[in-house]
């Protein structure tokens, strides 16, 4: 009979801790509820290219019901497809039906930054949120002012083709998992008079361009291993060439500006597939002091 009180403080002290960990991390990120939207001229400009330098265009594009593709169109439907399901890039033009027509700032800092849609729910790690999380807070507003600038259009994407055990709920426990199983990439060694330089390029390529979100490899659980950035990687059907510092041995940097200027590469060949897109819609439209810092990053 004495037992029982003390079972029943033992089994409160356990409920109280599941429900403060359920609260921790189901909760929703805190963000500056402060922040807004601009519709200035100058925070469209800084915005779209951002949306650029970003990789969006590459996912986001307009895909009709024939597979066509209009890159200048951000109303979702390409599918990206791994060895944990489906994935369709929504539509991100600010249509209030099937698109963020509806967002306000605080919906874009806790998507980007955090994998958090403006409902709570957890986004899947097919969006590179885990890269995003470097942006600072007026780049991702500035990307919003330019996104909910464009012209809204009604498309409404297939849901994601995924496993009966893959919910977003189980994110809860993946995005835990990968901030104590990712590791860290390799510091950055450099010169004095090149850190600023090499800087911004790491910038660019880790969270900004997000270029390990492909490059790098995952475990099993599809989590990036940053101890090995950009050795290359599986995703589905697709191996992903690497673009480590080996891999990259034989190039210099004024060629590595080339190939994300042109996508030509030292032998005079031409990337092709995805990268190609990557090339045309993204790289290409870096300015040039980007451009350098990226291919200073990359071989240095």
């Given at each position: 009979m004495n037992q029982w009180p003390l079972r029943t403080r033992i089994l409160t002290i356990c409920v109280a801790v599941v429900v403060a960990i359920a609260y921790f991390l189901l909760t929703p990120p805190s963000v500056d509820n402060s922040a807004v939207i601009s519709s200035s001229d100058d925070a469209i400009a800084r915005g779209a290219y951002l949306v650029n330098a970003g990789g969006c265009v590459s996912c986001h594009?307009?895909?009709?019901?024939?597979?066509?593709?209009?890159?200048?169109?951000?109303?979702?439907?390409?599918?990206l497809v791994t060895d944990f399901g489906t994935f369709y890039a929504p539509n991100i033009t600010p249509d209030v039906d099937t698109g963020i027509g509806d967002w306000r700032a605080k919906d874009f800092l806790r998507a980007l930054k955090h994998g958090r849609s403006p409902e709570g729910s957890f986004y899947f790690p097919a969006f590179p949120y885990r890269s995003y999380a470097g942006l600072d807070d007026e780049e991702v507003l500035d990307i919003?002012?330019?996104?909910?600038?464009?012209?809204?259009?009604?498309?409404?994407?297939?849901?994601?083709?995924?496993?009966?055990?893959?919910?977003?709920?189980?994110?809860?426990?993946?995005?835990?998992?990968?901030?104590?199983?990712?590791?860290?990439?390799?510091?950055?060694?450099?010169?004095?008079?090149?850190?600023?330089?090499?800087?911004?390029?790491?910038?660019?390529?880790r969270n900004l361009g997000h270029c390990g979100?492909?490059?790098?490899?995952?475990?099993?659980?599809?989590?990036s291993q940053l101890a090995r950035e950009f050795a290359g990687a599986q995703i589905g059907e697709d191996t992903i060439e690497s673009i480590d510092s080996e891999a990259l041995e034989e190039w210099d940097r004024n060629?590595?500006?080339?190939?994300?200027?042109?996508?030509?590469?030292?032998?005079?060949?031409?990337?092709?597939?995805?990268?190609?897109?990557?090339?045309?819609?993204n790289t290409s439209r870096l300015t040039d002091a980007d451009r350098l810092a990226l291919a200073a990053f990359f071989t240095r």
């Open positions: 594009l307009e895909v009709n019901e024939e597979g066509a593709t209009n890159p200048a169109i951000l109303s979702g439907g390409h599918a919003g002012a330019y996104l909910l600038s464009l012209d809204p259009v009604n498309n409404a994407v297939p849901e994601h083709e995924t496993p009966w055990w893959l919910s977003r709920f189980a994110l809860v426990g993946w995005n835990l998992l990968a901030d104590l199983t990712s590791g860290k990439e390799p510091e950055l060694i450099t010169g004095q008079e090149e850190s600023l330089l090499i800087a911004r390029g790491a910038y660019l390529a979100e492909c490059h790098t490899p995952r475990s099993g659980l599809g989590i060629s590595f500006d080339l190939f994300l200027l042109l996508g030509m590469k030292p032998d005079a060949d031409f990337v092709g597939g995805d990268m190609s897109d990557v090339i045309e819609h």
